[in-house]
C-alpha cells in the first residue's frame, strides 16, 4: 500500500501520471540529500571538535553550532517527509525549525561577543543588531506557535 501524498491519480493520461512520479521522485530525492548533508555535517562537527581540542571554548560553540544546524536539516526533512506521506503543508514543524534557527543565531552572536578579544565598534554594533533581530525573530515564532496551538485547542472543543 502507497502513502497517501504518493499515489498516483486515479483515471490519468500517461504523461500525467510520468509528471507525478517525477515530482514525487524529486521530492525524495530531496529528503535523500538533507539526510546526506546532516550526516556530513555532524561527522565533521565531531571531527573538528576533537581535533580543535585545544581551543576549547571556540569548538565547544562551533560543535553546539554544528549540531543545531544537524537538527535543523532533519527537522526539515521530516516535514518535507511529512508532506509527502500526507499531502498536506503543517505549519508548526516550520515554526519550530524557524525557532531553532533563532536560537542558533543568537547563540551565534552572543559566543562571537563573548569570545572576541578585540572587537571593532562596527563589528560590536551588527552583532547586537543581529542578536537583538534573532531574539525579535524567536519571540514572534514563539508567538506565532502559542497562537496556533491555542488555535487548535479552541478548534477540538466539543459544541
Do not use: C
Not at 112 to 141: C, I
Amino acid at each position: 500500500m502507497a502513502a497517501k501524498g504518493t499515489d498516483p491519480p486515479a483515471k490519468t493520461q500517461p504523461a500525467d501520471l510520468f509528471v507525478h512520479w517525477v515530482i514525487a521522485g524529486i521530492e525524495y530525492a530531496i529528503v535523500a540529500s538533507l539526510l546526506l548533508v546532516a550526516g556530513v555535517v555532524l561527522v565533521r562537527t565531531v571531527i573538528d571538535f576533537f581535533s580543535h581540542w585545544h581551543q576549547f571554548p571556540q569548538s565547544v560553540v562551533a560543535a553546539i553550532d554544528g549540531i543545531l544546524v544537524v537538527i535543523i536539516l532533519l527537522d526539515i526533512a521530516h516535514t518535507v517527509f511529512g508532506h509527502l506521506r500526507a499531502s498536506l503543508f503543517p505549519v508548526r514543524p516550520f515554526l519550530v525549525i524557524g525557532i531553532l534557527a533563532g536560537v542558533r543565531d543568537i547563540l551565534s552572536s552572543s559566543a562571537h561577543l563573548t569570545l572576541s578579544t578585540s572587537l571593532k565598534q562596527s563589528n560590536f554594533d551588527d552583532t547586537l543588531v543581529s542578536l537583538g533581530v534573532g531574539v525579535g525573530a524567536v519571540v514572534f515564532l514563539l508567538l506565532g506557535l502559542f497562537i496556533l496551538r491555542f488555535s487548535e485547542q479552541h478548534d477540538e472543543k466539543p459544541r
